[in-house]
């Protein structure tokens, strides 16, 4: 059916049993950011706010799913959902601060309208990238069936976000799972200008749920009793039965995608005639036809609406612009956590693989942590790709220890709802080369969300790296460098089995986000004795591996091993510092070996350009010229993919080269 045709279908209100007073609640509610909204647009116009999306005329989803569910279930709305946070009773001038990006808004001015979460009000905050919103209810309704919680979780998508990738994994994630999520679309007919057939070749989204398997019902979107009625039904039915449901919500987007577009492309016909179905008007006629709304009533809403919108405009106009304080944005990009390191509680040890201290430190920190979740392909009953979890599911059971989908945008996005929740999650990535797959979830959610509206983001990722394993281009890549550059994130790379134990356990300790690489070349290579105790190592701190005077070798994972391999066959007295933790990186350790050979040379596996080494490497030269007796060197692999061919392979990396550069630097 034709967006014109479906303007043109008759708006019906079936009052059913609802109250009077249920009736007169939702007009208010409803009524709440329409009047936001046309105070908002005079604001735009004149200046004071930088920006608006307008939900004007798909108001009714918004306020029939929010005032259907109860007041602590989550839901995660988009940007035209404005009506979510009036009806959660947002406090007005600090809803109007975030617009303005004033201090006392919901991120302190650090984004932008909609973009913002808020746990009080059980709300999560969109990004700009629309389709991650997804995965993250799923994560909160996973949470819901862990513990036991008879919960829905709701999130909104617009007909355009469907095209992503995102929505395909989370849909389809939450059906393998059968978590209890509703989809909401607004399928308003454009996304931006495109219009919707050229967005999908289907007709209605309800034809596309089968595919899932799961149930799709469609609604009215303009109709705020039928969208209430809809989901408040289907929630309790799913608090019962949890399930995930896509509720395909037809309306139409009276305004531009943002204002500065307009609406130009919209057929003059079709605009006027879904303006004839304009949610506001037709509901308040229906309560004034049916004798629950009279002009007394209607009068005394409209007053108390507009004395709060002003008084809370009056606030937050009155709230001094932002004085930008270096120390706070600094601090806020992590979430608040002071390490204690843990030692062992014993002498015992035991010799252990590099692989077997990484499943060690695994099931310690599930026995640790009762709300542990491990996510990942293949890591149930099969072990994982590398069996580093075989027998987790005997001994941590099916609900801790998940298969996955082949999606892994979907399970990272799945984490971090699970940790909104109050769980912690461990995703293991098949290889470190898959993360880019679920890149989006990891540099702008999980990095960005503590910065943006105070949640942290518990959640270790997992990435076998590196190559030497006759493995190609696409299971050997070193893609630390990738993430180094990503404020909010933490990442960490052992080279031997105690760090490898030690730092696994304080990454899921540290409620931040972690990358934690694991050198697959050393899983069956490398052993050690080990404390069979659980044990932290310190996060940001590096380890000095090997002593002496004539040069400093600064390095990490393989580097590590690579290198003092290289001094003892050359005869070279060397420091050889371990970095460990690459974000945040040792800065005074390195310092302090600079300061005491006055020649370095940094080593790194990934490729040369772009790397680890070269920013390390310009802080020296920046930080510490008054030491160096020579230029500060580094090596890595070719600039090339990972070749497959052992002997192209052994070319690519860097160790040949390096000790040819360590001779050199020794003897300039």
Not at 363 to 377: A, H, I, N, T
Not at 541 to 552: D, F, P, Y
Request: glycine letters at 8%.
């Amino acid at each position: 059916m034709s967006n014109l045709a479906l303007a043109q279908t008759p708006m019906v209100f079936d009052r059913k049993h609802y109250s009077d007073q249920t009736l007169l609640d939702l007009y208010k509610s409803l009524l709440m950011p329409r009047r936001i909204e046309e105070k908002m647009l005079i604001l735009l116009r004149q200046g004071k706010i930088s920006k608006w999306f307008s939900g004007w005329g798909q108001e009714a989803i918004s306020i029939g799913a929010v005032n259907a569910l109860q007041e602590d279930e989550f839901i995660l709305p988009m940007h035209r959902n404005l009506g979510i946070f009036t009806g959660r009773k947002m406090p007005l001038e600090k809803l109007f601060a975030q617009f303005q990006g004033k201090k006392s808004g919901f991120t302190k001015g650090r984004d932008r309208s909609f973009h913002f979460g808020s746990k009080e009000h059980h709300i999560v905050g969109m990004i700009s990238h629309l389709g991650p919103q997804l995965a993250i209810a799923d994560g909160i309704a996973l949470a819901h069936k862990l513990a036991g919680e008879s919960k829905v979780a709701l999130v909104f998508s617009g007909d355009g976000a469907t095209s992503e990738g995102d929505f395909h994994e989370g849909v389809n994630v939450a059906a393998v799972w059968k978590l209890p999520v509703i989809f909401v679309i607004e399928h308003n007919g454009y996304g931006l200008s495109t219009p919707n057939n050229e967005q999908f070749a289907f007709e209605y989204f309800t034809d596309k749920a089968p595919g899932y398997g799961i149930e799709a019902i469609r609604i009215d979107g303009n109709n705020v009793l039928e969208v209430y009625d809809a989901i408040l039904n289907l929630a309790d039915d799913l608090r019962k039965n949890p399930r995930p449901v896509l509720v395909e919500a037809i309306t139409f987007r009276m305004r531009g995608h943002e204002e500065a577009s307009g609406t130009k492309y919209v057929p003059k016909e079709l605009m006027e005639t879904w303006t004839l179905k304009d949610p506001v008007d037709n509901f308040e006629r229906y309560l004034e036809e049916t004798g629950v709304l009279n002009a007394k009533i209607k009068e005394k809403i409209n007053i108390e609406i507009k004395a709060a919108i002003n008084q809370g405009l009056d606030l937050a106009f009155g709230e001094a612009a932002i004085v930008p304080d270096t120390h706070e944005e600094l601090e806020d990009v992590y979430a608040p956590f002071q390490q204690k390191v843990i030692e062992p509680t014993n002498a015992s040890t035991h010799e252990k693989r590099f692989i077997d201290a990484i499943a060690e430190a695994l099931s310690q920190s599930m026995e640790r942590y009762p709300k542990l979740v491990l996510m990942g392909q293949d890591i149930a009953e099969y072990g994982g790709a590398f069996k580093i979890t075989d027998g987790f599911v005997q001994k941590f059971g099916k609900e801790r220890v998940r298969n996955t989908p082949l999606c892994e945008s979907a399970i990272i996005g799945t984490a971090l709802g699970l940790s909104i929740k109050g769980y912690k999650s461990m995703v293991e990535m098949q290889f470190a080369d898959f993360v880019t797959c679920g890149f989006n979830q990891i540099v702008n959610n999980l990095a960005k969300i503590h910065y943006r509206w105070n949640q942290q983001a518990d959640v270790v990722v997992r990435m076998p790296t590196g190559a030497g394993v006759a493995a190609g281009p696409f299971h050997s890549q070193s893609n630390e460098a990738w993430f180094f550059h990503t404020p909010g994130l933490k990442i960490v790379y052992p080279s031997n089995p105690y760090d490898a134990k030690g730092l696994l356990n304080a990454a899921i300790e540290d409620p931040n986000p972690y990358l934690y690489f694991e050198h697959k070349g050393m899983y069956r290579s490398i052993s050690a004795a080990i404390p069979e105790d659980y044990y932290t190592v310190p996060i940001g701190k590096a380890a000095l591996v090997a002593r002496g005077a004539e040069l400093s070798i600064i390095t990490y994972g393989m580097g590590v091993h690579w290198a003092l391999q290289a001094v003892e066959e050359l005869g070279i007295q060397a420091d050889i510092l371990d970095l460990r933790t690459l974000l945040p990186w040792d800065q005074e350790a390195v310092k302090e070996t600079v300061a005491k050979t006055g020649k370095v040379i940094f080593l790194q596996e990934d490729c040369n350009t772009g790397g680890i080494g070269a920013e390390i490497c310009a802080w020296i030269s920046e930080n510490c010229f008054e030491y160096l007796d020579g230029p500060v060197m580094r090596e890595g692999s070719l600039d090339t993919p990972v070749p497959f061919a052992p002997s192209l392979e052994k070319n690519f990396l860097p160790v040949q080269r390096f000790k040819e550069k360590l001779i050199t630097l020794k003897n300039y």
